[in-house]
């Protein structure tokens, strides 16, 4: 199973991006899932940034992006978004989708997660 993004690029300072991340339906229904976004910067470690739950009961947020991120989901499409707002040259990294079904409280724990993608890029200058 394969989770494939899109929707990265360059940017400058203040502007926006909304990567998707997506799967056939016929290998992973990602509305039954708890999906989530990752990013890693070369050198550091692989951070959590925004989760929604399956069923899209509930969404989280890490404090470095909450208020500028905003997870959505368009289960026609077996889609799964990070619109991105307001960026700046601290969000530039590779940016990951994962999917699985991981314990409560441990959305932002990338060893909770079977299913990523390949990542796409983003960068903010």
């Known amino acids: 199973v394969q989770l494939v993004e899109s929707g990265g690029g360059s940017v400058q300072v203040g502007g926006s991006l909304r990567p998707s991340c997506t799967a056939s339906?016929?290998?992973?229904?990602?509305?039954?899932?708890?999906m989530a976004w990752f990013r890693q910067d070369p050198g550091k470690e692989r951070e959590g940034l925004a989760t929604?739950?399956?069923?899209?009961?509930?969404?989280h947020y890490a404090d470095s992006v909450a208020g500028r991120f905003t997870i959505s989901q368009d289960n026609a499409k077996n889609t799964v978004y990070l619109q991105m707002d307001n960026l700046r040259p601290a969000d530039t990294a590779m940016y990951y989708c994962?999917?699985?079904?991981?314990?409560?409280?441990?959305?932002?724990?990338?060893?909770?997660?079977?299913?990523w993608g390949q990542g796409t890029q983003v960068t903010v200058s």
């Open positions: 994962a999917a699985d079904t991981p314990p409560y409280g441990t959305w932002d724990d990338e060893e909770r997660y079977t299913y």
């Open positions: 929604i739950y399956a069923g899209g009961v509930a969404t």
């Open positions: 339906r016929d290998t992973l229904d990602l509305g039954s899932k708890c």
